[in-house]
């Protein structure tokens, strides 16, 4: 059987391949682009809604993007560049709006407010000094601060009521945050791309061979789940975008790049409610502080969300020990995962980390009324009655070589490439989906060089995302200019 060929294959049907497929849909819109995805259709694994948080992460909310040093400082140098890698893609998703390549903006993003909320003087001290850091730049200017009982009343009512009136509190808000369905904006740019010549998508189709050509072409190999039916591919670029099936991919792969790369998968679940009643009261996201131990994707919060145009709440997520690495993967996952390259970093890994290893195993076992207990904490007055349980994705969290051969645990994303840029991957989790424009940016600018430096290709990337090239963190005067752009084309506006 002859192999397709193609110009650019991409692994994966969620929102990283849609991302990057529609980027270069614009930059050259003759590549042949095919995607392959596993399952049955796209954003089905963690990019659906109901297996991420849904929240534009921008560094607002979200406190353990500002770690509190030992000197009592708070560093919040990667709150900035979430919050302006978080502004490219709403920069990117602008222009697909304004374009007609997206719908409406509310079928996949919403304005929600983004609050931090904590209690105890020792919490009340971080959050003060964390607003007033934050506050003093150009990104955060909008930041709101109070530990007035009244204006927390009005910004969470449900957070507040019945709370004991002698607890020190204290909150930050920005209205203009949002909530993001990511499978319906996935699916909404898979559409589009479906609409255009020179594109394929291939469903119940995981990749079982992966293997470069000495011409440097690389040859892919899917099955069909359900005809037992193997199509050969063929073609210059892959892009690994299957969230915690990148990996066993990259490692499938055999780049030298890939060597030392293993992974800690995590799952996680959701309480939701959807008695209207009560969704009708909460209008907001709001982060507080994780428990000691807990990886960052535990960070608790109590969201409203808009998921397939319903509303509901979430709270959560609460953290579990898998060894899956997809939702809908195998147990075996991670022991498959185990090579000599990466041997030394998983046992380095395993052997540092127990208290968060103890930490996911006591979260398995918590009950429902413990669960709810937890809530309590946000929602005093909650009831258990109206709180289900809901599965949420997995993650696989990075592990990789540090300075001294062993292994650490990274909590962000990572972007792997082939020295010749004909393959990549991208590892991790969050912020994930919130910074997909900008990764896949990343992605073209190392695998596309050439291209990405012609004044055509430039002109494009401009077009698409007008700060390209140029720093939102540094430049006050850009940032004004994307920004009213971003939320009057979104509508995200608290005045509109």
Same mark, same amino acid.
């Given at each position: ?119 105890? /003087?020792? #919490?009340?001290? !971080? +959050? ?5 850091? $934050? ?8 930041? %709101? ?88 591919? /063929?073609? #210059?670029?892959? !892009? +690994? ?5 990148? $990996? ?8 030298? %790049? ?101 930490? $996911? ?8 009324? %413990? ?126």
């Amino acid at each position: 059987m002859a192999a397709i060929q193609a110009d650019v294959v991409l692994v994966g049907g969620g929102v990283m391949s849609a991302t990057l497929g529609m980027m270069l849909r614009q930059l050259d819109p003759s590549l042949n682009i095919i995607m392959v995805e596993r399952l049955d259709h796209v954003a089905h694994e963690s990019t659906d809604g109901w297996n991420n948080a849904g929240t534009g992460h921008a560094g607002y909310c979200e406190l353990n993007y500002t770690p509190e040093t030992d000197g009592g400082d708070v560093e919040i140098e990667r709150a900035l560049a979430i919050n302006a890698q978080f502004e490219v893609s709403l920069q990117f998703w602008s222009y697909l709006v304004e374009k007609g390549m997206l719908p409406e903006p509310s079928t996949f993003i919403n304005r929600t407010p983004h609050q931090s909320f904590v209690w105890g /003087e020792k #919490d009340v001290a !971080f +959050l003060r000094r964390r607003f007033e850091k $934050l506050k003093a730049h150009h990104l955060f200017r909008e930041m %709101e601060y109070t530990e007035s009982p009244k204006e927390l009343g009005e910004w969470m009512p449900l957070i507040v009521q019945n709370r004991d009136p002698m607890q020190a509190v204290a909150a930050t808000r920005v209205r203009h945050g949002s909530d993001v369905d990511f499978g319906s904006l996935t699916r909404s740019m898979v559409k589009y791309l479906e609409s255009k010549p020179n594109f394929t998508l291939m469903l119940n189709s995981p990749v079982h061979y992966l293997a470069q050509r000495d011409n440097g072409r690389w040859k892919v190999r899917v099955r069909d789940q359900k005809t037992g039916e193997t199509t050969k591919l /063929e073609t #210059d670029f892959v !892009f +690994l975008g299957a969230g915690g099936g990148a $990996l066993p991919l990259l490692q499938k792969s055999g780049i030298e %790049e890939a060597r030392g790369y293993g992974g800690f998968p995590v799952s996680g679940q959701w309480l939701v409610c959807q008695n209207p009643d009560v969704v009708a009261k909460h209008h907001s996201k709001v982060y507080g502080k994780a428990a000691i131990g807990a990886p960052p994707m535990s960070v608790p919060h109590l969201d409203t969300r808009i998921i397939n145009g319903e509303p509901a709440l979430l709270f959560g997520p609460f953290a579990g020990f898998t060894t899956r690495f997809l939702k809908q993967g195998s147990k075996f996952d991670l022991f498959g995962s185990v090579k000599p390259n990466n041997l030394k970093p998983m046992l380095s890994v395993s052997k540092n980390n127990m208290d968060l290893t103890r930490y $996911l195993i006591k979260e398995v076992f918590q009950s429902h009324s %413990e669960r709810v207990a937890s809530l309590r904490n946000f929602f005093p007055e909650a009831e258990e009655k109206n709180w289900k349980l809901q599965d949420a994705g997995q993650r696989v969290q990075i592990i990789k070589k540090d300075e001294h051969g062993r292994g650490k645990l990274e909590f962000g994303t990572e972007i792997v490439a082939s020295s010749d840029g004909k393959l990549s991957a991208l590892l991790g989790a969050s912020p994930g989906a919130s910074t997909a424009a900008n990764a896949m940016i990343n992605v073209l600018e190392r695998c596309f060089a050439d291209r990405m430096s012609s004044p055509e290709w430039q002109e494009r990337m401009r077009d698409m995302v007008p700060s390209y090239g140029q720093s939102l963190v540094n430049d006050e005067q850009l940032l004004n200019t994307v920004r009213e752009r971003t939320l009057r084309t979104l509508k995200l506006n608290p005045e509109s």
